[in-house]
């Protein structure tokens, strides 16, 4: 417990509480009452009001859509299953500043509708619900649809057969049992629609503001660092709240259901009922995740002249005319490469440590160590990127120079994916194996090679996958400390994106499709792995 213990207090812990107490401290004294002056101005309200309504929104709004398809990834069998769960998830691992621009080459200025009918939705709230949406279609399906596809489905036939109508036995069969996992998947989607920062920072224009982007424009552009201080403890609490109610709720799914093997429990569609909701579903799928992929595609390769490579060409160049970056923009590929295969490393280092120690470890210690590796979630990215600037500057840790700073930032998100990934399946390892080996002479590190490793390799590995897919696409703390001649792929598209002119859309567009396919191939990667490793009989 000292590594992962250490490291989230000085990276962590000192950085953000440093910032607050900048905030909230005058002449060595805390001002308290400055939270209650924060919190009565009315634009603040406003953003309060704003960050919580369409939270619930987003939240409803992806149960919704994507509940149908968790049920068609559950309950039927058809060609090209495999590949389509993988597309559903592409969204899920994009980062929010991609996620953005997809919808803004879609509904935005010069978008697919506004060259096809006029119409532009950017800088108005239906934006935000429908990207948030398409971020969030696959929580819903992966949470939900994997429980839904070990329930017994001869249960609900039993109500049937006992005179319950189809309606009637879903409602007092199955939604009961999926309560539990419908309601972590909507904790889950209302905490990344709570803290959005790049989806409304890049759609929301000057009109909608959250209470990450309102930290981020206090912090940054008004260096008023009462007001984000205030604002930063009123986001922890709130989302701190939300995931205790998420522990409740995935405590309570894990004990209180009997599942099945989800491979007896699918078929093909019968009926054309069954498969009229399949094409409703891959309908669904096809407008709402892969069009706007798409669309972000073609708008990298348009220019005046017709479709081609300029706008990639452009990439490889300085723009001499008073341009954004010290460095050709392409050079942010090989840093956000290199930055984040450094954070995923130290992800897995730190996170498996954690993830060791939790399972050899039982009662309010441990369950406050687990609370405490969850709490990057429940801070803003942006108050502890700046933490790091004013915190991170004196010797022995003077690190604002340093490379390794943006890594260190990148690797606090990567940390509670590797956690939660691992946990589970280190719990799961029986401790008689280990007690078996000791007795035979083992020293505690030959157990965990012999014992422990093999049967954790792939989540070991998935872990690895989604914490470099994370730290990828961090954008709320790396837009502080990326050094202007080392910029990461997401503050590249920012930053094109808040400059006028075609040339650094399309150029924005170019890079976010590269930080997309980028995405995806390390997904797909995900993929093989967990195939190959099923295959040869580890799991």
């Not at 009109?207 to 008023?224: H, K, P, W």
């Not at 840093?335 to 490393?345: E, F, G, I, K, M």
């Not at 004013?390 to 840790?397: A, F, H, K, S």
Request: with cysteine.
């Amino acid at each position: 417990m000292a590594v992962p213990a250490v490291f989230f207090a000085v990276f962590f812990a000192y950085p953000v509480v440093s910032i607050v107490g900048r905030g909230l401290e005058a002449d060595g004294v805390w001002r308290f009452g400055r939270i209650g002056e924060v919190l009565g101005r009315d634009d603040i309200q406003g953003v309060l009001w704003f960050t919580s309504w369409q939270a619930l929104a987003s939240t409803a709004l992806t149960l919704l859509i994507a509940l149908p398809g968790a049920y068609v990834f559950a309950r039927y069998e058809f060609p090209g299953k495999g590949l389509l769960r993988a597309v559903v998830t592409v969204p899920f691992v994009l980062p929010t500043v991609v996620v953005g621009t997809a919808f803004l080459a879609l509904l935005g200025r010069g978008g697919l509708l506004d060259d096809l009918w006029g119409i532009r939705l950017d800088t108005t709230v239906w934006a935000i619900l429908l990207a948030h949406v398409f971020f969030n279609y696959a929580v819903v399906v992966r949470t939900v649809g994997g429980l839904w596809s070990q329930l017994d489905p001869r249960q609900e036939e039993a109500a049937r057969v006992l005179g319950a109508g189809r309606l009637a036995a879903w409602r007092k069969v199955t939604l009961p049992a999926l309560a539990p996992s419908v309601a972590a998947a909507a904790l889950m989607v209302f905490l990344f629609t709570f803290t959005s920062f790049g989806v409304v920072q890049i759609l929301g224009g000057p009109s909608y503001a959250t209470l990450e982007v309102e930290i981020y424009r206090q912090t940054a552009q008004l260096l008023d660092l009462r007001t984000a201080a205030v604002l930063t403890l009123v986001q922890f609490a709130a989302v701190g709240s939300v995931l205790a109610v998420h522990a409740w709720t995935v405590r309570r799914r894990e004990t209180a259901l009997r599942l099945v093997d989800p491979a007896g429990t699918a078929h093909r569609p019968r009926g054309v009922r069954q498969w009229a909701l399949l094409g409703a579903v891959l309908g669904t799928i096809t407008l709402l995740l892969v069009v706007p992929l798409a669309v972000l595609a073609e708008r990298s390769l348009s220019t005046p002249g017709g479709y081609g490579l300029d706008h990639y060409r452009a990439l490889a160049t300085i723009d001499e005319r008073g341009g954004v970056f010290l460095v050709p923009p392409l050079d942010a590929v090989g840093n956000s490469l290199r930055y984040a295969l450094v954070a995923t490393l130290i992800a897995v280092v730190v996170g498996g440590l954690a993830a060791a120690a939790l399972t050899r470890r039982a009662g309010r210690l441990a369950r406050g160590f687990d609370a405490l590796l969850m709490l990057p979630l429940g801070v803003s990215a942006v108050t502890v990127g700046f933490g790091f600037l004013i915190t991170l500057d004196e010797p022995p840790l003077d690190l604002r120079s340093s490379w390794i700073l943006v890594p260190l930032a990148q690797a606090l998100v990567g940390v509670p994916f590797v956690v939660r990934t691992m946990l589970p399946v280190l719990r799961a390892v029986d401790g008689r194996l280990r007690e078996a080996a000791a007795v035979l002479g083992a020293s505690p590190l030959r157990v965990w090679r012999e014992v422990d490793l093999p049967l954790v390799r792939r989540a070991l590995l998935i872990a690895a996958g989604f914490a470099f897919a994370v730290s990828l696409g961090e954008f709320g703390a790396t837009v502080f400390i990326a050094r202007p001649d080392h910029p990461t792929l997401p503050v590249a598209v920012a930053r094109l994106l808040g400059r006028p002119g075609e040339v650094n859309y399309g150029q924005a567009m170019a890079l976010s499709t590269i930080l997309m396919a980028v995405c995806a191939g390390a997904l797909l990667l995900l993929e093989r792995i967990r195939v190959r490793t099923t295959s040869a009989g580890e799991f």
